[in-house]
């Protein structure tokens, strides 16, 4: 059985920075790809970016390149979403999901988060 934690959310300023991260319980030892999605009221979730599991390859969802980075600590069992230059249109409930894969950081989540809220003010 798996469940993930998310933890990092909250209120910022437009420009500002925030760390999300995600503690991951499961009882097997294999490190699975994981990434970050998020869901803005009347939108569907979007995926914003991806890691495999020794974080040798990651991808990004267009909207966020360049500003977010995804890492792991597999010793830590978490995965972290790194997010600069925040924008209002970041504004969202970020959910960290788990793919039972390993190799492709593109992930299709089977288990989610119960997310966090990040609101960014203009």
């Known amino acids: 059985q798996v469940e993930l934690v998310e933890s990092g959310g909250g209120l910022v300023q437009a420009g500002d920075s925030l760390r999300l991260s995600c503690l991951v319980h499961?009882?097997?030892?294999?490190?699975?790809?994981m990434g970050w999605f998020r869901q803005a009221p009347g939108k569907e979730r979007e995926f914003i970016a991806g890691?495999?599991?020794?974080?040798?390859?990651?991808s990004y969802g267009d909207s966020v390149k360049g500003r977010f980075t995804i890492s792991r600590d597999n010793a830590q069992n978490t995965v972290s979403l790194q997010m600069n230059s925040l924008r209002p249109e970041d504004t969202a409930v970020y959910y960290c999901g788990l793919d039972r894969q390993m190799t492709n950081a593109i992930i299709r989540p089977d288990y989610w988060g119960q997310g966090t809220q990040v609101t960014v003010s203009s």
């Open positions: 890691i495999t599991w020794n974080g040798g390859s990651t």
């Open positions: 499961k009882r097997s030892s294999i490190n699975y790809a």
